[in-house]
């Protein structure tokens, strides 16, 4: 089963304090600093997709019966090419909506994060981008493999639990 | 259509000196919405957005006020417009939510909330509470104009 190999081979849930065999870290990782939060804790798997073809109409009834705020743009092998957000559609708003296409829409799939990345370092992301949702990829050897999102809503429920 | 329409008329406020502490768990009781800042007349004074308060990640939450965070107030947006002057606005400005107040009243008071998520759904042309339905459309099928 492909699911179970992605799974296996990436152990990012265990977190960087795992260890090889001989106990020893693996040698790639830093070990953690003390308190910090990694993306992986927070990321959602799986994620809303589309296609480039389909109409802006389609991306919007998308969003609107799943109550989600955005859209990952995929091309037929599956590959992320970018995202949508509701600010993309609405800036499509004066656009024929059922000819303009995710394609002309997208925000490029140009900076992501990986999953063992800090929570610091994707929430500078966001701000600067001004994004709430982000791309989580595996980051193993230059790989654009998505194994997440990271929302914002799940930073802010972290922040309302913290004492 | 007119903003009145579409707008969301649950509005989720908080007051000038709540912390941003007390605003991120509004947020979370509340479908993690905007939160609109008032003053103690219910005038209001601007909005929290969820980005403005996850740069605060790691630093005392107690310590910041919702006025040192929120986008101060600053378009009288009535509640007749037409929707298209407001995604020229939200377009022209950036942003993601507009404070509608009542014309009406003497203070400024926070009537509805105009998202860009709630333009989304009014140009899917799917009405809210229908979306049961069109899940179980089958393909090809093409909604109804609004």
Same mark, same amino acid.
């Given at each position: 089963?492909?699911?179970?190999?992605?799974?296996?081979? &990436?152990?990012?849930?265990?977190?960087?304090?795992?260890?090889?065999?001989?106990?020893?870290?693996?040698?790639?990782?830093?070990?953690?600093?003390?308190?910090?939060?990694?993306?992986?804790?927070?990321?959602? &798997?799986?994620?809303?997709?589309?296609?480039?073809? *389909?109409?802006?109409?389609?991306?919007?009834?998308?969003? *609107?019966? $799943?109550?989600?705020?955005?859209?990952?743009? &995929?091309?037929?092998?599956?590959?992320?090419?970018?995202?949508?957000?509701?600010?993309?559609?609405?800036?499509?708003?004066?656009?024929?909506?059922?000819? +303009? +296409?995710?394609?002309?829409?997208?925000?490029?799939?140009?900076?992501?994060?990986?999953? $063992?990345? +800090?929570?610091?370092e994707a929430i500078?992301?966001?701000?600067?981008?001004?994004i709430e949702h982000?791309?989580? +990829?595996?980051?193993?050897?230059?790989?654009? *493999?998505?194994?997440?999102?990271?929302?914002?809503?799940?930073?802010? *429920?972290?922040?309302?639990?913290?004492? | 259509?007119? =903003?009145?329409?579409?707008?969301?008329?649950?509005?989720?406020?908080?007051?000038?000196?709540?912390?941003?502490? !007390?605003? /991120?768990? =509004?947020?979370?009781?509340?479908?993690?919405?905007?939160?609109?800042?008032? !003053?103690?007349?219910?005038? /209001?004074?601007?909005? /929290?957005?969820?980005?403005?308060?996850?740069?605060?990640?790691?630093?005392?939450?107690?310590? =910041?006020? @919702?006025? !040192?965070?929120?986008?101060?107030?600053?378009?009288?947006?009535?509640?007749?417009? %037409? =929707?298209?002057? @407001? /995604? @020229?606005?939200?377009?022209?400005?950036?942003?993601?939510?507009?404070?509608?107040?009542? %014309?009406?009243?003497?203070?400024?008071?926070?009537?509805?909330?105009?998202?860009?998520?709630?333009?989304?759904?009014?140009?899917?042309?799917?009405?809210?509470?229908?979306?049961?339905q069109v899940l179980?459309?089958?393909?090809?099928?093409?909604?109804?104009?609004?």
């Open positions: 089963m492909p699911s179970e190999k992605w799974h296996n081979d &990436t152990d990012f849930r265990e977190g960087p304090e795992r260890k090889l065999e001989s106990g020893l870290p693996r040698p790639e990782e830093k070990l953690p600093e003390a308190m910090e939060e990694y993306v992986r804790r927070l990321m959602r &798997t799986g994620a809303i997709t589309c296609g480039t073809s *389909a109409s802006i109409r389609e991306v919007a009834q998308i969003l *609107a019966v $799943n109550s989600s705020h955005y859209c990952v743009v &995929t091309n037929q092998s599956h590959e992320v090419l970018g995202i949508i957000s509701a600010r993309s559609i609405l800036r499509a708003f004066d656009r024929d909506l059922d000819k +303009t +296409t995710a394609q002309d829409i997208l925000l490029p799939h140009t900076f992501t994060i990986t999953p $063992n990345s +800090t929570l610091r500078r992301l966001m701000d600067g981008r001004k982000l791309i989580v +990829t595996s980051g193993r050897g230059g790989s654009k *493999a998505v194994v997440g999102l990271l929302h914002i809503e799940d930073i802010i *429920a972290k922040m309302a639990l913290e004492e | 259509m007119r =903003i009145c329409e579409l707008m969301d008329r649950e509005v989720i406020v908080c007051h000038l000196e709540d912390s941003v502490k !007390d605003v /991120v768990r =509004i947020m979370k009781a509340n479908d993690f919405r905007p939160v609109v800042v008032v !003053d103690e007349t219910g005038e /209001v004074w601007g909005l /929290v957005s969820r980005l403005a308060v996850i740069r605060f990640y790691g630093e005392d939450l107690e310590r =910041i006020r @919702a006025e !040192d965070v929120m986008r101060p107030y600053t378009f009288d947006i009535d509640p007749q417009w %037409p =929707i298209e002057k @407001a /995604v @020229a606005l939200m377009k022209k400005t950036r942003f993601e939510h507009l404070i509608i107040i009542d %014309p009406h009243a003497g203070p400024k008071r926070p009537i509805g909330i105009l998202s860009s998520f709630t333009i989304v759904w009014y140009m899917s042309h799917i009405q809210r509470g229908h979306h049961e179980k459309m089958p393909n090809g099928w093409i909604p109804p104009s609004p």
